[in-house]
């Protein structure tokens, strides 16, 4: 007996004890709680990280690049047998019937909004910090200039999108604004940043958003402000442009590829550049891959490209043909027989006979029906060697050239869209170094006229996703006809708010034709 | 000396017996078991012989068990049903008990013979289900409750204990998703799936402790699964009873010499259905055939001179065997069962397959005169997989047919750089999949009489699951000599561990006519989760595999990753119970739980789940007239309130970590960001059910069934939500938001259309309706018309396959209705906007995955020493996409091989998802048909002994045209028949079960 109570005391009392847990509160190991975050400079400063590591999406070709490249005349992504129909989505977007829920457009969307989300996020999180570092004061200014480049973009494409400057206040389904509300706001937070923003140009500014690259954001702003807003601006674009030309921080390289080899940093031509690196940069979505996305199944072997390609997209066929034949820049376009380094021809395999050399062909016999070696394949960007699933070269977004031949159409503009010297002079000295004998093929004021200088932007900036700017600034994109398409309404020179965002936010407000 | 001499000529024939079919070490046991044996009949003092027959019929019961109460003699009966115990006195007690029926006590009083009739348990209403926290008679269960004993599991080469159930409880599907592959599991929902994104698996409790794995249990060691369908039933699990509970009970020893139970089959496997594409021979005829007419295509079609079946040659006929031997026993206080378990299973794909061994105890001691009962289990298991890459299956019917297996020089002939066209029989040969587990799980029960009507229980245990796989990629392989790479190998480990405590306190009294039985209780549970990963490239040599990750080059430059993480979550729960019957009419069962998970946030952690049932036996009132054929007759109802919070811990809380490099001066550092939209609103996901049902038996148990309806309400479903960004992080966030509603039918049908001496027919048949209705997927803050999903692939096809949506259900399939075609062979789909284009608009539902109607039906004949299962399972009423179809029965596939429907097709346009390929999907499956023989045991010296043949996926019945129609009922994505699948076969075992 008694033992027996002796046991059931133990039993209860230990019951009593065990059972008297409630606890609830989560361990975080493998996270960090937000609230322990931000107590040393190496930490903010890896905070800071996203909003440059963000802007690694805009070279995506299901993305910003994409959209704004594979919609114009300079390159096609046709469908090739069973390949790459994607429901019609590239073949839409190449006849501008692209609808509101074509998943590229959204991804671009999301793209630029989450970079203009982290930017208010962390310029949110660092006012919160009461000491701020120097480089954490100049990073603030520099969070302010990405998402003014953000929005820029935004606008360029959407044209009417929701202003959210604040990350704390922001409403929970921000409506939409009006593109000049939008346009006000770029301009007013670039022209506010640019005295504090760094004007040096040497490696602690590079790939960084520096005064430069902030001028620059500004002159395409202005150049394109008569598309924005229906006033032109040519006097303020011309300033920003001069800025930087005055800087003296910047110089055409000798060689054009310079630019876009493998080891690119040093370009003196480049202004704001992306950095990639096939070891850091490897995130899916957000790696530098034109490779990838033109090059044949077995044209990877033609560059050394470690992986397989995925053969798809090409240089439209009348683009390409239009360049003159002593222009050394069409070489960023391959045609003809494929060879290894070594010489060995490469073959043609699965739907055409094997035995069949690998030709890249200028022409496209269908945008529906293509053969997979159709089309001639753009290699601006050096590709010689790539490893793994990015390429080393880093992405110019702006470079100088553009700079010089922005100024020359602003210079146009300003003279009723006749040349002046001034501008002969500036297209001349970018043209001149694309030829062996460059006295054959310069410009006077009588040839250099409007279309020539759409012409010539084309032939220089081809595959830099400024296409579908110039074209839009030029009439020419909803209304131009090319090899695959006719003109539209005028209305397909914005692209339509993703229906997906719109399901998501019900206060957006769909563009006008959609 | 008599006695002995027939032992040991017993021994003899078992030895050989034991030597020829199968492993020597059991010599060691049956001698121990020997001399058990004829020390315990030594002691007898006074003999007592009988015949045990059957009280329903009449007949004889063989192996029935005979013990003498509070010793460990005891016997069983013969074949003939006679027995014959030596007891130590006329004045003892002798327990009597069988499988399926009650268990019944019998004094001796001084008699020599005495003949025992048992009452078949499935009769009376009184067998013991066990109902979580407690057991309860089948007439007082007021909840939905199923339970399914031993006798009635499927018979075969089980490996998984719920294969035992296929077919068996209406409401419980138990679905193949994955064909024959022996390392895949089943897909089991009860009552389909009442939630979007939290999960849809019923909670599984073994022997009390929620959470366990069914993979670690021995399924000879099962004694019953009892199965809580709906929410009244459930609800005292709470937090995780939203998709049903099952509770497993694994058997114990009883008092008494060593019994040994073994168990062995050998299983061999045959393809199912193949896919029919063209041979050799009739990919050259249509190459000819299409050289006029055209010529691009037949130049493309090379012929390699090979004629090679590639299905063929990436599939094999596999041999199996499963062996399982348990011992128990035990003297008056304490008993014990050990078993092991050991299962080799090969997969019919080359390379596919596991080898397993378990190993579970179970121990009783009974103390202070049954005041004290401890109950410990101990189990563990490794397990070694080698899964393969079901892409195999793909490219054997994509691989053109004259393409030679191997090359002149005698490696696998690749074609590198052709677009997803790796060598199937490389793509399972050329690959390392190591994928080791190792389970334990212990735990300790205590139960305290504190009073002769109090009860105080305590369970503590712990679970964990230890993995480390390995795999390696040599350096020949396709996918590195496609890459230029030298070998990639990668390892990876982790433990989840789950740690447990229950207590509970129990207070019953009976007082005339009523009954209260009152129960209070808590419960702790921890979950943790790690793990660790790394992965490395560029080896010197092959022949490390994954055994030597460092000395490859790709870690050291950056380029290979590496990882750990670790994530925990609690459950803390207060609950009780009370179940109130009067005169074994009217019956009560209320129960509640206040439960706590910290999964969710700050302020919505806890939620409270209550529950209640009522019966009434309609059978024990005289007035209704209904006792005098109604053995039972009752009608039940029952509401009963669940929470599901089966969702990633963490997520209402803001969190940071790496997000990539960034280039800061001069160097790429690190950047950090958050990981997702923070909710800290997040809560418990709730399911209201109202059951109602029908229990009856007749004509003393020879007819029986069961009728239910239930309709629940999910609330606050765990969803992820669109969001804008900004102001949000991400463009999704977990929200509590819509609602959806699950209503069906069940019955059930138990008889026994014949039973006679020798002859003896059992008959059971279920079927369910399900029907799912989405209601809401909004509310003010949270706006989702509908949501697409699945993807149906590449190349060239960007289309979703499902869609969900209010007022519909779930598992819709979503896309172009198909018309025809025009004269070119190109698409006609309905132009449901009349816009001239084919638009996402219109693409509309074209059918549903999740089958209306499952259904069961087994028949056991029993006839002399024969004995003879069938059983039928069967899905209705669903589409199965029929994946394979949308690219392969279309010609534009060439130079690829094509399947022969393909060979005349009038199709010329590239390959689109549409309604031509969703395909009705009924089918019924003659899922087991068993052939046995039980052997004159005693002649043999076996108390059992049987041999059986089992085969199963027998026969197929149905209109759908690919490999087989049972795929994935559950999930977002139902009816998917994938081109990357694993075949499913027919299975034939020879087994063998032998007990002494």
Redesign the interface.
Known sequence: MK??LL??ST??S??LV??S??????????????QN?YETER?V??????A??GLRTYTQIAGIWGVQELTTDETVLP?R?????????YQRYQRH?W?A?E?NTNIAW?DI??G???T??LLHQFGEIEEKSEALELITYELRGLRAFWYFLALDMFGNV?L?TS?EE?????ATNSRQEVFNFVEEELTSVIPNLSSEVN??T??RFHRWAAYATLAKLYLNAEVYTGSPRYGDALSALNAIIDSGNYSLEDNYFANFAVENQGSSENIFVI?Y???????WG?MHQPHFWTLH??G??AVNM???A??GFAGGPEFVQSYDDADERKDIWLTGVQTTPAGDTLYN??????DSALVYTESISSLE?AHKNEGARLMKYDYTGA??WSLDNDYAIYRYADILLMKAEVLMRQNGGNATSEAVTLVNEVRSRAFDNPGEHMYSTGSLTMDTLLAERGWELAGEAWRRNDLVRFDEFASGSWTFKSPVDETRNIFPIPQ??I????N?EQNPGY | MGKRQIVGYRQFRNRKLVNALFMGGLVFLLLSMTVDHVFAQGQGKETIEGIVSDASTGEPLPGVNILVKGTSVGTSSNTDGSYEVTVPSLQDTLVVSFVGFQTQEVTIAGRRTIDITLQPQAISGEELVVVGYGTQTRREISGSVSSVTPEDFNEGAVSNPMQLLQGKVAGLSVVNTNGGDPTSDFEVRLRGSSSLNASSEPLVVIDGIPGGDLNQLNPNDIESIDILKDGSAAAIYGTRGTNGVILVTTKKGNAGSVQVEYSGKVQTQQIQRSIDVLSAEQYRTLKSRLSESDPDIASSMTDYGASTDWFNEVTRNPVSNIHSLALSGGMENTTYRASLYYANQQGVMLSSGQNEYRGNINLQQSNLDGRLQLDLRLGVSDLQENTVDYDAIRQSIKWNPTEPVYNESGELNEKLGAWQYQNPVGVLTERTTDDGTTRFHGDLAASLKVLNNLEVTAQAGMQSNKWLNGYYEPSYSYPQEVNGTHGTASRAAGRTTTNTFESTIEWSRDISSHSVDLIGGYSYQKFTDEGFDAENTEFITDGFSYNNLGSGSYLEEGQAGMGSYKTESKLVGYFSRLTYNFDQRYFLSASGRYEGSSKFGENNKWGFFPAVSAAWDLSNEEFTGLSEQFDLFKLRVGFGITGNQGIDPYIPLQRLNASGYFYYQGEFIPGYEPVSNPNPNLQWETKEELNVGIDWTLASGRLGGAIEYYRRDTKDLLHEYDVPVPPNLYETTWANVGSMRNSGFEVSLNTVPVQTRELNWVVDFNIEHRKNELLTLSNDQYQLEYRNEGAIGSPGIEAWSHRYEPGRSIGSIHGYRYEGLTEDGEWIFSDLNDDDQYTPEDRTYIGNGVPDFFAGLTSRLNYKNWDMTVMFRGMFGHQVINHKRIWYDNPTTLPNNIMVSAMDSEIRDDPRFSSLQVEDADFVKLDNLTLGYTLPAEQIGFRDARVFLTGTNLLLITGYSGLDPEVATGGLTPGLDDRQDYPSTRTFTLGVNLSF
């Open positions: 033992k027996l046991t059931i039993f209860l230990i019951l065990f059972s847990c409630n606890d609830l509160s989560q361990n975080v190991h493998s996270d960090i709680a937000e975050f930490q400063l890896a905070a800071a990280g996203p440059y590591s469908t047998g069973q390949h790459w129909y994607n429901d019609g989505m019937t609808h829920e998943g999301n909004f989450s203009i989300n982290t208010n996020r929701p959210v990350y922001a409403d929970a389904a921000p490696s602690n590079y790939g950095p690196d096939h070891t850091y940069t490897t995130e957000s199944f077995v990877n072997q470690q992986y397989g995925w053969g395999n699965q739907e055409l006979p094997s029906n490893q793994e997906q965002q399901n998501s936010n019900p957006l």
